[in-house]
């Protein structure tokens, strides 16, 4: 009962967001369905082969950030990754993510602790890779001449260099953070409680698992991340243009639709990041000289293609898995 309540509100919290932002704009939900019906059949099909190529990319992320002995084989990884990506696009406040750990449990046997370490780092990467394609997109934008209104592409370029060396130091030190954050839960003797002494627990099979993912790893893992937001990049640019924004470069598509792509990242919005996507699109794009009529249109109709889509993935993914699924034994938190 308290998941559907929260599944509603955050429906509602959706639609409440994108009906502001449309009655702002002044777009209609005409608009909306004239920029679907825009889309040329080659183009969405285009779009689907793109958006299908991200989950074995991002499965092979995953694998190379695990240790060998701990490795699932890529046919409990795929299914694990379109699983989880439904679900962490469409459980409100990005609860889903957790799925992730439950999944690769139960279909492929990671440890809890090992499955949240994977998680963590994954995230982390995503983050740092997103700011530095900003990064990127920026400076080519300014000092390409194109939009010589727009002063501050280059500055803004140079200071996203800073979170994107930040994520990544942070991904290659989350072991050590962990240990402080469990340091402090000490510092306050909450270990001398029986959740306390749990959690404790737990955080340091985390930060066992952190461990694990060496310097090796990670370099590979890191690399493999470079792929992922290429062709989440690249989605978002066929889509843009088939939707209507016509004349972009992949720069700008980058750009436009990099405020969109990092809301997705963030435990934020409503339902599936309706509202709070779009507002990033319409940002990113307005700012590039498009109008933020077509920018909202193009937003909510990219966001229907994309949901759409990774819909069908997420309950292809399910049905896969539950032929691998494994019983649960008994056992402490992360058995």
């Known amino acids: 009962m308290r998941a559907a309540v929260r599944v509603l509100v955050s429906l509602a919290v959706a639609s409440l967001l994108v009906v502001l932002l449309l009655g702002w704009t002044g777009t209609t939900v005409g608009d909306v369905a004239g920029a679907l019906r825009a889309l040329d059949a080659r183009v969405y099909l285009t779009a689907l082969l793109v958006q299908a190529a991200i989950y074995p990319a991002r499965a092979l992320r995953f694998s190379a950030l695990m240790p060998a002995a701990r490795r699932p084989r890529m046919t409990r990884l795929l299914p694990v990754t379109a699983a989880h990506i439904l679900a962490a696009n469409v459980l409100p406040a990005k609860v889903g993510e957790a799925a992730l750990v439950v999944y690769l449990r139960r279909c492929a046997g990671v440890p809890g602790a090992h499955g949240l370490a994977l998680l963590l780092v994954s995230r982390v990467l995503d983050f740092a890779t997103v700011a530095g394609g900003l990064s990127l997109a920026c400076l080519v934008l300014g000092a390409g001449g194109a939009y010589p209104e727009l002063d501050w592409l280059v500055p803004l370029g140079t200071v996203l260099i800073v979170p994107t060396l930040l994520f990544a130091w942070l ?17 306050l003797r909450l270990d001398r409680t029986a959740l306390g002494a749990r959690l404790l627990a737990f955080a340091d099979r985390v930060r066992a698992a952190l461990g694990e993912v060496g310097r090796a790893h990670l370099a590979r893992g890191a690399l493999a991340t470079v792929p992922v937001w290429l062709l989440v990049f690249a989605f978002y640019a066929v889509l843009a243009r088939g939707l209507g924004i016509e004349t972009l470069s992949f720069p700008a598509a980058v750009f436009g639709a990099g405020l969109a792509i990092l809301s997705t990242l963030l435990p934020v919005g409503g339902f599936a990041g309706f509202g709070v996507q779009e507002a990033g699109w319409v940002a990113g794009f307005t700012a590039l000289g498009v109008s933020a009529e077509l920018a909202v249109a193009t937003g909510v109709a990219a966001h229907l293609v994309y949901l759409a889509n990774l819909c069908a993935f997420g309950l292809v993914g399910h049905a896969a898995m539950a032929l691998f699924q494994r019983p649960i034994a008994p056992g402490p ?3």
């Open 171 to 187: 991904a290659a030190r989350g072991d050590r953070l962990v240990a402080a954050a469990a340091g402090c839960l000490r510092l």
């Open 333 to 335: 938190v992360d058995s």
